[in-house]
């Protein structure tokens, strides 16, 4: 695939825009085994964790093979397990020290570790089912097939949430969920809408979508959600939003904070995906 240029992304992040994640079994049970392997310390590096039913859609296996797989890498002490209450599996697998530096070797580039002797601490319980819904939705993209099981992605590659915060610490810049690269070289950002959040808080977002959009860090950006009334809701409660910042005027500039230029570009590059809802509530509320 043609690498592309973005104007708006520092080199590291274009690097992992191109990073292979795609996982194809091989014709061989110990080929599609070293496959499985590499692929899932991939995820796992790039996203933090990664949990069995994440591995059990990925491969198309069982729960108990999914586990059984799994728990082959912690005795191998590649991964190590987390148990918690926050996701349907109980539980989610972190790198150990090798782990990160297999991960290393796979995606060529640095994998920060923390040490821990509580593998839980090395999650944010806060946020871990956000982050594996977040995690299956970025892979979601690129193995999708069409109605008659051609290869159709609807992204090539993706930046996760974490290593776009590395690079964009600043709290002046949105901190999407990630981003993915389209097979017509768009660059989108994903965001995954997990709850209602109040209108102040939309507004405050939106200026920085408008920025970002206007610096081309990213050309659109993806609402998806496991409830399509949430998805619902923020695009009702962002239109709420827009309203007001384009019809109240700043003191200092004499100007509204949204003019009517930048309202049209946001009503043109917010996108609410419904297409994921069903499956994600399937897969991660049953």
């Known amino acids: 695939m043609k690498q592309l240029e973005f104007t708006g992304l520092p080199t590291a992040l274009q690097h992992q825009l191109y990073i292979d994640m795609r996982y194809q079994p091989a014709a061989s049970n110990n080929e599609t085994g070293k496959r499985r392997l590499h692929c899932t310390i991939k995820y796992a590096a790039r996203l933090g964790m990664i949990s069995p039913i994440f591995i059990s859609w990925l491969y198309g296996i069982n729960r108990s093979l999914a586990l059984e797989h799994l728990n082959k890498l912690v005795k191998a002490d590649l991964l190590n397990v987390a148990p918690t209450v926050r996701v349907p599996d109980g539980r989610v697998y972190v790198l150990t020290l090798a782990g990160a530096k297999l991960a290393e070797e796979l995606l060529l ?22 982050d594996v819904i977040l995690q299956y939705v970025l892979a979601r993209g ?26 964009y610490p600043s709290s002046t810049i949105r901190n999407v969920d990630g981003l993915v690269i389209e097979p017509d070289g768009a660059c989108c950002a994903i965001e995954i809408e997990h709850s209602y959040k109040p209108i102040q808080i939309r507004k405050n977002i939106l200026l920085k979508y408008r920025d970002a959009l206007q610096d081309s860090l990213y050309d659109k950006v993806f609402f998806i959600s496991q409830s399509l009334q949430i998805l619902q809701y923020s695009k009702r409660i962002n239109g709420l939003a827009m309203d007001t910042l384009t019809s109240i005027v700043d003191r200092k500039t004499g100007r509204s904070p949204l003019s009517d230029n930048d309202r049209k570009l946001l009503e043109d590059r917010l996108i609410y995906r419904t297409k994921f809802c069903e499956e994600i509530s399937t897969l991660f509320y049953p």
Do not use: C
Not at 144 to 167: A, C, H, M
């Open 109 to 130: 580039q640095h994998v920060p570790f923390r040490s821990s002797t509580n593998p839980q601490l090395q999650v944010n319980q806060n946020t871990l089912m956000h």
């Open 142 to 167: 690129i193995h999708n097939v069409d109605g008659d099981g051609n290869y159709r992605p609807q992204w090539t590659g993706f930046i996760s949430e974490k290593e776009f915060k590395r690079l």
